[in-house]
């Protein structure tokens, strides 16, 4: 019987085409660009979350210096004042990341992108409009903050568009040289940048009216707080991100402390909310009414 021989067939390669070897060169582009891409972005990534704690840590060791301790009231202004002489005040909101120091500049640039130690970051730091005469000794001062995507800064003013958040927590704390105060909340807004609300310096009665009726028939939703001509303001603003140019607005009345220190509990009824009266002495009504704009 014959011996069969298998043969194996070998298949020839034919050569790749022109347009074969476009398309796997141009596949081979796409991909690493894709990579170069994912780690690009990887790092971005990295470096934002990094720069986010290091600013913090920065405010973190400031507020340390401030006090001993946890919020109570006592700030030292002194200690502040040798980081920054531009300091005008100390904000915090109780159970939030807001607890930081204000600032007055000679201009509304400088603090949107240098933090209250000088250093410059997309933080910045809360300012009160430069334009302003008396901060918090007026009827109406404006303190600006960034929204910061990682919740930081001025972010937390997003939840009071909810009216319930705002019902649980309804006050912030307001320390300056001169003393202590809640903010009391009294509206909360969503306008744009160039809304005639960013007024300060109001000296006359009429002028305070209208501005006081205006924020009520602007406002998403008011609350109980009473408001008078006579009173002190604090418009705290913030991006709000939902159009373009669109700001968050919270309206708050200034009510002082009864005491030195506070229990930080808002169940609590150690402050007295006033009828409609005015919270500034005599003599600074007399001064503030005094002049017309």
Wanted: with cysteine.
């Amino acid at each position: 019987m014959a011996r069969e021989k298998k043969v194996k067939e070998k298949k020839s390669k034919r050569p790749m085409s022109t347009k074969a070897k476009v398309r796997r060169y141009a596949e081979n582009v796409i991909m690493g660009c894709l990579v170069c891409i994912m780690l690009f972005s990887a790092w971005k990534i990295y470096s934002i979350m990094r720069d986010y704690k290091t600013n913090q840590d920065i405010y973190d060791n400031i507020s340390g210096q401030s006090r001993d301790g946890e919020f109570t009231g006592d700030i030292d202004f002194e200690a502040l004042r040798k980081i920054n002489p531009d300091v005008a005040g100390w904000i915090y909101y109780k159970d939030t990341i807001i607890d930081y120091p204000i600032v007055k500049g000679a201009d509304n640039d400088k603090y949107l992108y240098t933090m209250f130690d000088g250093t410059y970051s997309g933080f910045g730091c809360l300012f009160v409009d430069a334009v302003t005469e008396n901060p918090f000794k007026q009827f109406n001062t404006i303190v600006y903050g960034h929204h910061m995507r990682n919740g930081s800064m001025f972010a937390p003013l997003k939840q009071l568009k909810d009216a319930s958040y705002c019902r649980d927590n309804p006050r912030l704390e307001l320390i300056t040289p001169e003393g202590k105060f809640h903010l009391e909340i009294w509206a909360f807004l969503n306008q744009p940048s160039d809304s005639n609300l960013y007024t300060t310096n109001i000296h006359d009665i009429g002028g305070r009216e209208a501005y006081i009726d205006t924020v009520e028939q602007l406002a998403d939703y008011t609350t109980d707080i009473p408001i008078a001509p006579t009173d002190r303001l604090v418009l705290l603003s913030t991006c709000a991100y939902e159009y373009q140019e669109a700001r968050y607005m919270v309206m708050c009345k200034m009510v002082p402390w009864e005491g030195e220190n506070i229990d930080m509990s808002y169940d609590d009824e150690e402050y007295s909310e006033d009828d409609g009266e005015s919270d500034f002495t005599e003599e600074e009504e007399t001064e503030e009414g005094a002049e017309e704009v």
